[in-house]
């Protein structure tokens, strides 16, 4: 990936994180951003601050925030090939006790979000001459958890997966492909953050049992599958969705 550019939203920690080190390992020039801007520094000093690396604070939720990420990691590094679009919040309310306000926040970042960050990031790759995007969905947006209610994070996700099979047919022709990850359980921040530690980590020896693999997954499992969707050499693949959950969809 050297000479190449990627973006990559929600990358203070997790997944963003892990994708991050890989991209930078590849040769790849980094932009990462978040809304906390010392989590962005704490990220940034854990990857040795390398020149190719770089960080930016923003609201994808916000029209006028994504379109200045976009133009900020374009201004720093020149052009922009590759956009990760990870940045997303976890709530879990039943739709009986749910406020239009928490739909609102689940759908402005995980959706909305996703689909500003496509829209100016395209007008930036077109000139490019090849770009990827790979939207980080969830397995809840295919299947429900019992007890476990994620009506609005779940109608999300699925969403995203729907953007992501329109514009991988939409920007073809531009020569920007489109995919989604599709992971299962995976042991990140926001797990603990939107559950608490001791749900969190009922939920991950749980998983433990329950998946074929017998463990949950990693921000590393989740980052390498980014990395390959992103890869200009896999350039015959749009479209896809790469479910990333241990075996347990095929139990």
């Known amino acids: 990936m050297q000479g190449l550019t990627a973006l990559i939203t929600g990358g203070g920690s997790g997944i963003g994180l892990a994708t991050a080190k890989l991209m930078l390992e590849a040769g790849a020039s980094v932009m990462i951003v978040g809304r906390d801007n010392s989590r962005l520094k704490e990220a940034a000093k854990s990857l040795g601050n390398p020149e190719q690396l770089k ?6 939720s916000s ?21 990760v679009n990870n940045a997303g ?15 609102d926040y689940n759908v402005d970042i995980n959706l909305k979000g996703t689909w500003f ?14 770009a990827a995007i790979v939207n980080v969905s969830s397995l809840l947006a295919r299947q429900a958890y019992p007890g476990f209610p994620t009506s609005a994070y779940s109608a999300a996700k699925a969403g995203v997966l729907g953007l992501t099979k329109a514009l991988a047919v939409e920007l073809a022709h531009h020569k920007i492909r489109v995919n989604a990850v599709i992971p299962a359980v995976v042991r990140t921040p926001i797990l603990e953050t939107a559950l608490g530690k001791e749900t969190a980590d009922r939920m991950i020896e749980r998983g433990a049992k329950a998946y074929p693999v017998g463990r949950v997954g990693e921000p590393e499992d989740v980052a390498r599958a980014i990395v390959f969707l992103a890869n200009p050499a896999n350039d015959w693949i749009t479209g896809t969705e790469l479910v990333l959950d241990g075996g347990i969809s095929a139990c």
């Open 55 to 60: 960080y930016v604070s923003g609201d994808v």
């Open 63 to 83: 029209e006028g925030y994504a379109n200045k990420l976009v133009k900020d990691t374009v201004k720093a590094f020149g052009a922009l090939h590759i956009l």
């Open 89 to 103: 919040v976890f709530q879990t309310s039943g739709i009986l006790d749910m406020q239009e306000e928490e739909f």
């Open 117 to 130: 960050m496509c829209k100016f990031a395209t007008r930036a790759m077109i000139p490019a001459g090849g």
